[in-house]
């Protein structure tokens, strides 16, 4: 759900039943994360790269925001199957260049990709969410990466 009211350029709301455990264990979680709370404090609407289909219950959706460092989130609500998502980087509105693919929440480096790479492949499990962050690597960064 916070995703989605990210996407839409929502404002922050939850209607989760704290007297739920799991819920409240995640709202602890993620209510009072700084890149959430960062993010609903100038909230802007994402724009679509994958619309449902409408046809099956298995919907699979993606959307980007455009920025110094860009979000993507993907959506898949199949009960059984993955969403496998072919990015264009051109999609994006980004250049080529050397990125850093990190968790939206956890800040956790999830992968790398080189100013050879001009798309992304990305995968989500059934049932599922993601929101990540793609984040432009200086040349300066690199070069000291590099050398360590």
């Given at each position: 759900?916070?995703?989605?009211?990210?996407?839409?350029?929502?404002?922050?709301?939850?209607?989760?039943?704290?007297?739920?455990?799991?819920?409240?264990?995640?709202?602890?979680?993620?209510?009072?994360?700084?890149?959430?709370?960062?993010?609903?404090?100038?909230?802007?609407?994402?724009?679509?790269?994958?619309?449902?289909?409408?046809?099956?219950?298995?919907?699979?959706?993606?959307?980007?925001?455009?920025?110094?460092?860009?979000?993507?989130?993907?959506?898949?609500?199949?009960?059984?199957?993955?969403?496998?998502?072919?990015?264009?980087?051109?999609?994006?509105?980004?250049?080529?260049?050397?990125?850093?693919?990190?968790?939206?929440?956890?800040?956790?480096?999830?992968?790398?990709?080189?100013?050879?790479?001009?798309?992304?492949?990305?995968?989500?499990?059934?049932?599922?969410a993601s929101m990540l962050k793609?984040?432009?690597?200086s040349e300066h960064?690199?070069?000291?990466?590099?050398?360590?």
């Amino acid at each position: 759900r916070l995703y989605g009211m990210m996407i839409l350029g929502s404002i922050l709301g939850d209607g989760s039943d704290y007297r739920h455990p799991i819920a409240a264990i995640r709202a602890k979680q993620f209510l009072d994360n700084p890149a959430l709370c960062n993010f609903f404090g100038k909230p802007r609407a994402f724009t679509p790269l994958k619309f449902a289909d409408g046809t099956s219950l298995g919907q699979q959706m993606s959307f980007y925001l455009p920025g110094d460092t860009t979000l993507l989130a993907l959506f898949n609500f199949h009960k059984t199957e993955r969403f496998k998502q072919l990015v264009q980087l051109d999609q994006l509105g980004m250049k080529p260049g050397n990125y850093e693919i990190r968790d939206f929440l956890t800040n956790e480096l999830i992968g790398n990709m080189t100013s050879k790479q001009k798309k992304l492949e990305l995968t989500i499990e059934a049932q599922d969410a993601s929101m990540l962050k793609l984040v432009p690597v200086s040349e300066h960064k690199q070069v000291k990466k590099e050398k360590n």
